[in-house]
């Protein structure tokens, strides 16, 4: 993989130690388990830690270091690396990633100041089109649902496992979970129920999750940031368990983002979510009923309203609506 | 009994029956300035499971107004009106089959521009009532998925389909194609299309294509409104920002280019290298950044659904879809996800008579056909309208 930075800046240091976990649409996404070096400890003295360690995980070392890991929130980092884009005319892709890694920086700082919840930003590395972000561990809202598309590309038409999704989905729209669970052991869609058993052994309805979407845009909302790319993929389910609610949800990706405070703009926002919610996940469209109600309860009836009218109107116009006659 | 139609997956079991004989469908479209006539078969193959399909005939007119002007719909309706005689006939004779070899009589249902869909229905029931022939209601778009996959053998991809009417990302999804993204406001190929006529480029073959010689002689990237909301893109603000470069006191347009190469060829000399810092637009450099632009803009939010639901090819279809720049920067854009592009040439990738017969043959197999009465054309029809029966 090219690094465009330069060899010794700490963007190309961190990549390198870095383990790629994803290739999103306009950046590679790296994983690290902490900012810092590994430490190989060597304490003969305090006898007590180490007879511990050996004592809850035999011989492997690294095991209890990386329940540790994953125990603790701010540990994890994930780097956003914007690599430029051979396709795109070299003035032109400069541009855009300076502009979005810029304004992806400014809005994910703007939003934690006035408490919506994102990652932290860590730094910001313009020339080397890296930001460095905090980890949010958990499960996108698009795994969690089980989102139609994905799973079909990778079985590959596989009629059988194609009919069992459909059956899954179905029972994800009623209240039944029972389908999704004896889907568990086929190993293929492993991660989908991971995050949705979890979710729903702590007492967490679809509806809730919806509502919480809801509010959680309202919350970004209400500071004038626009997400302007959500769809499932960009917003992560984190377990809190430490707080009231047993989940919180995290919006991220804010490569797409501005600010506004025409409540056009708000609209096009949700209006974005929509077509991606109907898209990804036919069969669980009704849903999204949910997170409209929990929006507008969080913006206030004063707000909202602009916004309703407006959504209405962006429904209509142009080629998204549905065309008949 | 069920037969895999496509011989690239083994597991798959397509809903398609294999045929027993050889089936013909006539296609006919006519939804824009194109009016096309196509005949296609599907025949069981000597060895194994797989469906042969053949293009028999693909004959196709195009309307072409002089430059500076689209096509009208009435005038596009008189030119079909003229033409689908002729066109139809010639299509039989190049297929050699005869009226009663039919098995159905395809035609575009939508969607398209109103009064030419209703030549190409008119002369699609007539026809089915003359000799006694089944009609099947095709809606356009996925005319063009199902040649394209046809053609390209591509099984399972992202689709960006771009035409002069539509700009849309598509995905297969349990029996329909689903818009993932698609445009906001104009579609690329009107973007194009009236871009060439404000700089009067000819509409002969085609403006977009004209557009695409003309930038290749383009050097200068002027900056443009780059608009992307997620999946989506928003052209209007593209086309108008590369207008208001033709009204800027820097822009020479073709008379001025014409003379300053004249004055310069006298001084040739002195003032080579000076050529390029010359602080002048051309139409070359319009042309080229507009393409850079909303191409750039295009592929983007193709790999955004690429991310979205985790796909690896990707198929152009449309007539944009011919744009060889287009291709190019798909191709560089799926290599560094270590997928592939498929695309077709113009004779598949610009609107013709036989893409609709292969999307009309398939729905036909799976039994469908559309009774007279509900054989009307509508100019509003979503790709995602469609069941798609014939695949699994």
């Given amino acids: ?325 | 009994m069920t037969q895999a139609q496509a011989s690239s997956s083994k597991k798959k079991i397509s809903p398609l029956t294999r045929p027993t004989r050889r089936l013909l469908c006539l296609g006919i479209e006519g939804s824009a300035n194109k009016l096309g006539v196509g005949v296609i078969s599907h025949s069981p193959s000597p060895k194994g499971s797989i469906t042969k399909v053949t293009v028999l005939s693909n004959v196709r007119h195009t309307y072409i107004t002089p430059p500076g002007e689209g096509f009208l719909p009435s005038d596009t309706a008189r030119h079909h009106r003229d033409w689908i005689v002729r066109v139809i006939e010639e299509a039989v004779r190049k297929a050699g089959v005869r009226w009663s070899d039919l098995d159905c009589i395809a035609f575009t249902k939508g969607p398209g521009m109103g009064t030419p869909l209703q030549v190409g229905a008119l002369v699609a029931r007539t026809l089915s009532l003359l000799h006694n022939i089944p009609l099947v209601g095709v809606n356009h778009c996925v005319g063009h998925i199902e040649m394209g996959r046809q053609i390209t053998s591509s099984h399972n991809p992202i689709v960006l389909y771009v035409s002069g009417g539509n700009t849309q990302v598509i995905a297969y999804s349990q029996q329909r194609y689903r818009i993932f993204g698609e445009t906001l406001d104009i579609a690329i190929g009107n973007c194009l299309d009236r871009f060439a006529r404000v700089i009067g480029l000819r509409n002969d073959p085609s403006p977009g294509y004209n557009i695409e010689v003309e930038a290749k002689k383009g050097k200068r990237l002027v900056p443009l409104a780059y608009g992307t909301k997620g999946m989506d893109v928003s052209l209007a603000g593209i086309l108008h920002s590369v207008e208001t470069y033709t009204k800027d006191k820097r822009y020479k347009n073709w008379d001025d280019l014409s003379k300053l190469s004249a004055e310069g060829r006298e001084k040739v000399d002195q003032d080579q290298d000076q050529d390029h810092n010359q602080d002048i637009i051309t139409p070359h450099d319009l042309c080229f950044s507009l393409q850079e632009t909303a191409f750039a803009m295009l592929v983007e939010i193709t790999e955004r659904a690429m991310a979205h639901v985790g796909a690896r090819d990707v198929l152009i279809v449309g007539g944009v879809g011919c744009n060889l720049r287009l291709q190019e920067m798909m191709g560089i854009m799926a290599s560094e996800r270590n997928g592939r592009v498929f695309a077709t040439d113009q004779s598949f990738c610009i609107d013709n008579g036989i893409m609709i017969a292969q999307a009309g043959l398939l729905a036909h197999r799976m039994g469908q056909t559309t009774p007279l009465e509900k054989t009307g054309v509508t100019q509003r029809y979503r790709t995602d309208a469609v069941h798609v029966s014939w695949r699994a």
């Fill in chain 1, 1 to 325: 993989m090219s690094v465009a930075t330069s060899p010794y800046s700490p963007s190309a240091y961190y990549i390198k130690k870095g383990e790629l976990i994803k290739q999103g649409a306009e950046a590679r996404v790296y994983s690290l388990p902490s900012l810092f070096p590994q430490p190989t400890i060597y304490n003969p003295s305090s006898s007590s830690s180490s007879s511990s360690s050996s004592t809850s995980a035999g011989s492997s070392n690294p095991k209890p270091n990386s329940d540790l890991k994953s125990r603790s929130q701010h540990g994890g980092v994930i780097i956003k690396h914007r690599f430029p884009k051979q396709y795109r005319h070299p003035t032109l892709d400069a541009s855009l990633t300076a502009s979005r890694l810029t304004f992806e920086a400014r809005s994910l700082a703007r939003a934690a100041k006035y408490g919506v919840v994102v990652p932290k930003v860590l730094w910001v590395d313009e020339k080397g089109g890296c930001i460095g972000l905090e980890k949010v561990d958990g499960w996108s809202v698009r795994e969690v649902l089980g989102g139609g598309a994905e799973g079909e590309m990778e079985i590959d038409d596989d009629e059988e496992v194609e009919l069992d999704k459909i059956d899954s989905q179905n029972a994800l729209d009623g209240s039944g979970t029972g389908v999704e669970r004896d889907e568990q052991g086929e190993g293929e869609i492993e991660g989908v129920n991971e995050g949705w058993e979890k979710i729903r052994a702590l007492g967490v309805s679809q509806d809730q999750l919806m509502r919480s979407i809801g509010s959680a845009l309202a919350q970004l909302h209400s500071t004038t940031i626009i997400h302007g790319d959500l769809t499932t993929s960009n917003m992560m389910i984190r377990l809190t368990p430490n707080s009231e609610q047993p989940f919180e949800i995290v919006l991220i990706d804010f490569g797409l983002s501005s600010t506004a405070q025409f409540p056009e703009h708000y609209a096009v926002d949700l209006y974005v979510l929509e077509r991606a919610f109907a898209s990804t996940h036919p069969r669980s469209e009704k849903l999204y009923a949910g997170v409209l109600e929990a929006y507008a309860q969080g913006l206030g009836p004063k707000k909202w309203k602009p916004v309703e009218i407006k959504l209405k109107e962006v429904r209509k116009r142009g080629r998204k609506r549905d065309m008949t006659g």
